[in-house]
């Protein structure tokens, strides 16, 4: 679904559109009633050789309004001075291909990127200012921290979105405790997103580090409240305990191997790390005791 931290960071919208009209508001900024809000194409290349591209653009359409409004959303990883031109130019270039209001809202992981991103971008010389563009912004610092199951329960896309804006926060394994322990009590409820893709959006939005790792380790070892329901989110964490499993064991193999001073080729490698299999691979470390090479694990297979 999902490829990096950057793309999770506003993807997260594409998820789940309505999810501005719910966001906004936390941080002081009203979104309009709407009826619909439509993922548009990104490509905002005028001009062949020169590709410019936004992360994600919606159009939301409003009661009562023809066309209604666009909105903007970039993510943005750390201050940029060069984002300022493409802001501003992305904005003229919607205002002109589509003939209705475009506003930019930019989401951040860090309160200095954060403080960055809302300040005016002001175009012209000191006698004269020819236009003043004033980012929205999503981010720590104007976001709160969700570090209560039930809160997160009641919204998972606003609490999967506050915990990857507040994935640098000293909190963060709290925040993830909550969004896990509120993504099993809201196991029985009906959504228009699976569960299984907000834990995936949550691991690749945190990125490499510890705070993924305490995912994937949450992910592994939860117990559902509700076992044998079938649900989504027993079957997601049935099956991130099974691959924990499988990968705690092809580890084991591989080390003990390489402290009995075993050589393990690539092939060898790839293939106990690709076994799913817990039975061959239990089998597979046993032979890992007593191998002299490690073709031996395989045996006579």
Known sequence: MVSSPHEALHRIFRVDPGLFARLLPRVGIGFP???TIEP?????????????????????RVPGEEGGFLLAVESQ??????????WTY????????????PFLLVVCKDKTTASWAAEPIRV?????????????????GVLPVITEADEAARDLGVAVFSALAHAKDPGLTAILDALASGVADDAEKSGDVDRADWAEIVEIGLGEG???DYWRHLMATYTPNFPGSNSIVEESWLEGRARGQSEGKAEAILH??????VEVPDSVRERVVGCTDLDVLGTWLDRSLSATHAEELFGEE
């Open 33 to 35: 009633e709407h009826t």
């Open 40 to 60: 548009l194409d990104t490509d905002l290349t005028e001009i062949r050789p020169l590709e410019r591209r936004v992360d994600s653009v919606f159009r939301v």
């Open 77 to 86: 990883g750390k201050p940029d001075p060069d984002k300022h031109s493409s």
């Open 90 to 101: 992305y904005l003229a270039h919607m205002y002109a291909k589509y003939r209705l209001p």
């Open 124 to 140: 012209g010389r000191g006698f004269h200012t020819s236009m003043v563009v004033f980012p929205l912004v999503l981010g720590p």
């Open 210 to 212: 510890p705070g993924r």
């Open 256 to 261: 003990i191997l390489h402290v009995r001073g």
